[in-house]
């Protein structure tokens, strides 16, 4: 018997029991109708071919290991970066029940979302009573300041009109009239989760900004995107823009919301941007999008009410960050200080101490099209290779933008740009084009497990590694992190290439 | 297991009146069927069956509120995310926009062996990512490309299961045509479910309907030359999560049985096409699989036999009432087995046991452990103050009348304002629920287990499982964090001591 009560063994070393290999072989054997090893091991091998490869990329309809979400999801992580803020999805409830979780996984935070549980007699009627019923409940149990609607396939399908549902529901009095419902139509079945943020922004925008009067003022105003690391990133950010002493708005910040304090209080709601500061927001002289995929149509909106507007994807790692704080110091007025300046120089002192290690390296880079268009430009500052950039999310216009920005470089020169790709693509091109590294999500460690190619993750969803999210990876702080990360994983690789005692260990080197 | 207590009915009714009071009129009232407090259970004697301890008088699988924040999913979590993802060797198609297959991708933990990708895909997520042109023009086209292009990358699959979501039942596609058409075509086993999510109203129609589709699509397809022995069970409803199964069949085997099925964690087709041959059904979660048991008994006249694996009470009991069926021989083997694993459980409980003595436990889960792992709390010296279903059948409440003591707290398809306030107040030492519910609870202060994916431990099945689920639960409890919560300058010391 291998359990005990002294040293209790958890699931990993308990089934390397012999009982329990003797167990799995004779399932194995008598009940499982096995294919025979050979064959097995056949379909292994042929699937690390280019001729797989090449099968397996003339996929048309079949979508594997997808590295994306779908567009509620991206609404209901915008809807959190509001005041006392909560998300109501229109249609069926199972939906938010993935949502809410998946955010958790990854935030390690509490998520909260409503449902309007339309069943099936709302595909027959409509849910218009739903939204009735259930706005009526949110407000009464939640007491948020603003509820923002989105919908799931199911509403979608069957073509429910938020607007006049909504404005139904006041009507018959489940919120007050005057009470912010902002709303927004987020169909799965369109683009992905970055487009249902992109929607929910606009959204909220035009809530509070349709018939309102612009007195152009002098602030900034700061469009994030959806992003798993907004904890980190937007603090910092803040911290750079006071530094600056620019006067700013963050038009959604999830930062408190997805890090709230254990001190015994249960805080549903935290932090975000006021109900004050985004009809405020109409005022600024212009408005920065930190992920330009993520923010197409709000910006188009933001641009029509005469704003100032910049774009920028995921500004990470040292020229990305040059260009955001020199657009800020542009449309604010304000200098860099000399203080940030410093800050910059310890970043470069960094990667010039340890670019010997980072010269040369290939990754494999996918997330989303922001992402990995930041990512593949700070791998190339430290003389990496983006061999493989890929966004399952990425529209052909990214494509033909980052082949643009990669053939520029010298360390892009190789680059390839998978659009609409997925991870089993991905597995194909690791094989049959290894590089050293990947950079990307969670979902990659199947690959790391296959390919053997290791990985470093830094981008949403982070399930398997805590609190990473709650560090930077934007401005010169964050980019010290995101070296850093890459090159432990760099150095934990070198070592255990050289641990073998008397055969590899001659390199394990002490100092390196 | 016979652990004496009785909780405060008294309390437990008013915090029902307190959150009741919340809600809209209409909607308190219909909150309220479904919130109550165990009471004794009447003394008339029910033929056959022993008499439950208590009464949880609840109204049950009724469709949620709207904008209440249900924890309930979907039918589809309930077909593709319980029933039929765990079988390994087939590609489980999640039919519809990425979202669903997205956000259930390896979240249930169901273990397997085999090589992903190759022979075993639970792990994956295969999705026909629906686009527009899809939800306008119908995806019977795309779908029967999308298995012709698995056919080609995954041979060695041996079969397929189209696991509808939303949009499918609302653009009416024929998924069966193409499925049956496409089966023909590859020689292949091809199995359509009818999942949608918008159907029923929680994950238990989803487990209703992939059942259905087992017999349906299944069952008496294919002729294949079984060996059978009077001893061959199945194992039904253990999906193995973290290794719940094999905790489980170690015992079995020992016992003398013969498991030639496990539905359906680390199961291959063929264990599910021969499991009509098997001579009893042993059923774990009677909410998830009750519905195949009955048919199989109905159609192949296997009878089946409900047990419970969660701590040593349930486990003894359970191997005595299975060996019963076969008589003296397998009754001595069982003896033998918990004779052997005596030890174990007795470390096992003198070690936490002192740690873990009366604690106190509120559950909310799916729809078998909110009772089933009652007694393994108990066998520790643990106490269960309230308990509840996501999506639980009248059934599953009168069963639960076995397990908890008066005054227990009952509720169903709690809502997230409710369980909150009810934890607040009684402030248990101890919540097992989900992944929703952790980070809340944990902010509190109070101490949280996921007991769907046992918080990435497990198994929880079993002798070697339960090991395992004291110390959890232990280490849960005894951790130094929760004494950090408060900062010291803000604890109310005289002023005086401070100004020194
Ligand atoms: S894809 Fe559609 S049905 Fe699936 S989770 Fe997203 S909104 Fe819901
Ligand atoms: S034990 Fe509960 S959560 Fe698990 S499959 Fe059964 S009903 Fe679902």
Known sequence: MPQSADRVLDHAPLFREPEYQEMFKNKREQFECPLPTEQVNDQVEFTKSWEYREKNLAR????????????????????????????FVHGSQGCVAYYRSHLSRHFKEPCSAVSSSMTEDAAVFGGLNNMIDGLANT???????????????????????LQSFIQNAKTKGSVPQEFDVPFAHTPAFVGSHIDGYDNMIKGILENFWKGAVRNAGTSLNIIPGFDGFCVGNNRELKRLLDLMGVEYTFIQDAADQFDTPSDGDYRMYDGGTTIEQVKSALDAKGTISLQYWNTRKTMD????????????????????????????????????????????????????????????????????PDF????????????????????????????????????????????????????????????????????????GKYLERDTGTPLIRLTFPIFDRHHHHRFPLMGYQGGLRVLTTILDKVFDKLDADTIIPGETDYSFDLTR | MS???????????????????????????????????????????????????????????????????????????????????????????????????????????????????????????????????DIVFGGDKKLEKIIDEIEDL????????????????????????????????????????????????????????????????????????????????????????????????????????????????DATLAEVENAVHAKLNLIHCYRSMNYICRHMEEKYGIPWMEYNFFGPSQIAMSLRKIAKHYGPEIEEKAEAVIAKYQPLVDAVIAKYGPRLKGKSVMLYVGGLRPRHVVNAYEDLGMQIAGTGYEFAHNDDYQ???????KGTLIYDDVTGYELEKFIEAIRPDLVGSGIKEKYPVQKMGIPFRQMHSWDYSGPYHGYDGFAIFARDMDLAINNPVWDLFDAPWTKEAPLAAAAE
């Open chain 2, 154 to 265: 995954f041979p060695l699959a041996n079969g397929i299961s189209v696991q509808s979501e939303c949009p499918i039942g609302l653009i009416g596609d024929d998924i069966e045509a193409v499925s049956k058409k496409k089966a023909k075509e590859h020689d292949t086993t091809i199995v359509p479910v009818r999942c949608e999510g918008f159907r029923g109203v929680s994950q238990s129609l989803g487990h209703h309907i992939a059942n259905d589709a087992i017999r349906d699509w299944v069952f008496d397809k294919k002729t294949r030359e079984v060996e059978t022995t009077p001893y061959d069970v199945n194992v039904i409803g253990d999906y193995n999560i973290g290794g719940d199964a094999w905790a489980s069949r170690i015992l079995l085997e020992e016992m003398g049985l013969r498991v030639v099925g496990n539905w359906s964690g």
């Open chain 2, 3 to 133: 652990l004496d207590y009785e909780n405060d009915g008294e309390l437990h009714g008013k915090l029902i009146e307190e959150v009741l009071a919340q809600y809209p009129d209409k909607f308190a009232k219909r909150r309220k069927k479904h919130l109550s407090v165990a009471s004794d259970a009447g003394t008339e004697e029910i033929e056959g069956a022993e008499r439950p301890v208590t009464e949880c008088d609840v109204k049950s699988n009724i469709k949620s509120i709207p904008g209440v924040m249900t924890v309930r999913g979907c039918a589809y979590a309930g077909s593709k995310g319980v029933v039929w993802g765990p079988i390994k060797d087939m590609v489980h198609i999640s039919h519809g926009p990425v979202g669903c297959g997205q956000y259930s991708w390896s979240q249930r933990r169901n273990y397997y062996i085999g090589k992903t990708g190759i022979d075993t895909f639970v792990t994956m997520q295969f999705t026909s990512d629906f686009q527009e042109r």
């Open chain 1, 139 to 161: 407000y009464a149990l939640y007491e948020p300041k603003m509820i923002a609607v989105s919908t799931t396939c199911m509403a979608e399908v069957i073509g429910d009109d």
């Open chain 1, 372 to 443: 990995v268009q930041a990512m593949a430009q700070f791998v190339m500052e430290t003389g990496g290779e983006p061999t493989h950039c890929l966004a399952t999310n990425g529209t052909k216009q990214w494509e033909s933008e980052m082949k643009d920005m990669l053939a520029a470089n010298p360390f892009g020169a190789s680059a390839q740009v998978w659009a609409g790709k997925d991870l089993w693509h991905l597995r194909s091109l690791l094989f049959t084009e290894p590089v050293d590294f990947m950079i990307g999500s969670s979902y």
């Open chain 1, 60 to 87: 048309q309809s079949l979508v594997v290991n997808p590295a994306k979400a779908c567009q509620p999801l991206g609404a209901v992580f915008a809807a959190a970066g509001f005041e006392k803020c909560m998300s």
């Open chain 1, 301 to 368: 909106y933001v641009a029509e009410q005469g704003q100032e507007t910049a774009t920028f994807h995921y500004p990470l790692g040292v020229k990305a960050t040059d260009a955001f704080l020199m657009k800020v110091s542009e449309i604010s007025g304000k200098a860099i200080p000399e203080a940030i300046r410093m800050e910059r120089g310890r970043l470069i002192d960094a990667m010039a101490d340890s670019q010997a290690h980072l010269h040369g390296k290939k990754y494999a880079i996918w997330g989303d």
């Open chain 2, 399 to 405: 069963r639960t009348g076995h397990y908890v003591k």
